[in-house]
């Protein structure tokens, strides 16, 4: 049964590449509501994504199947945004918003969070073992700045903030264990072949000298436009099977990974 019902756009992507950005630029945009505002001007307004009545609630985490009735239940989940939009942005989304409002545009609604590029397009990937900060911070290649750049209507998950730096590594071989938090290392582990130097990033150097990798040092990270699009690879079909080509095969596009099907 087909039913008509109106919906609203809370956020969107705008990417595209050029000859000078291999690693494409890209931008992300959300509707002003999502998270705040301004309850003097509109005292009846409240925001799509968060609920100002409920400070202790829960941020960015996943709604929990339950096991009984094997469906989630109908609780909105509570979004935050782990790194603000830049100052530069904010006062750059005034401008436009009073340009748009005076055309009497709907994009007056909107705001960019912000735009990543490559600050060296012939700069190639990092290695997961290739020592922090390059191992998170280039692992596209491309130097993108900046580094982390999330939508929370679309990658409301990917916004961890302290975590192993494994987890935000590329082609972590499946022997490491990589722990979801430093204190669940138990003394001695063999799970680190090595003690991460420093254990929590503060600094890109210690006493002077480079860093150690660090599988499992803490780090503050996100995800990112140029960090997720650079797994995407070009999925061929075969008889049972599918195969891969690789990272950046799919030249940074999911599309012609989620086309390809089993072949009969």
């Known amino acids: 049964m087909k039913k008509t019902v109106q919906v609203g756009l809370v956020g969107m992507h705008i990417g595209h590449k050029s000859e000078t950005s291999p690693q494409w630029i890209w931008a992300t945009f959300e509707q002003i509501d999502n998270l705040d505002v301004d309850r003097v001007a509109h005292p009846n307004l409240r925001p799509s994504f968060f609920d100002p009545d409920c400070p202790l609630c829960t941020v960015n985490v996943q709604p929990q199947l339950d096991p009984k009735t094997r469906l989630y239940p109908r609780i909105p989940v509570q979004a935050s945004r782990t790194i603000s ?17 005076k055309l009497g545009s709907v994009w007056q609604y909107y705001e960019l969070v912000d735009t990543q590029w490559p600050t060296d397009p012939s ?101 990112s436009c140029m960090g997720c699009h ?31 099907q089993y072949a009969p």
């Open 123 to 223: 700069s190639k990937p990092s290695a997961w073992n290739s020592g922090l900060s390059q191992a998170v911070s280039n692992k596209p290649g491309g130097q993108p700045t900046p580094v982390f750049l999330t939508n929370i209507t679309m990658e409301t998950y990917f916004q961890s903030s302290n975590q192993p730096a494994c987890n935000q590594e590329e082609n972590v071989p499946n022997n490491v264990n990589c722990p979801s938090d430093y204190a669940s290392l138990p003394p001695g582990s063999a799970i680190t072949a090595y003690t991460p130097n420093p254990p929590i990033w503060t600094t890109p150097l210690n006493n002077g000298s480079p860093a150690k990798p660090g599988i499992t040092t803490q780090i503050m990270a996100t995800e």
């Open 85 to 101: 939009i830049p100052s530069d942005k904010v006062a750059l989304n005034r401008e436009a918003q009073a340009v748009l409002a």
């Open 230 to 260: 650079f797994s995407a690879g070009v999925i061929t079909p075969q008889t049972g099977s599918k195969k891969t080509g690789g990272q950046l095969s799919a030249d940074f596009s999911w599309l012609l990974s989620t086309k390809a």
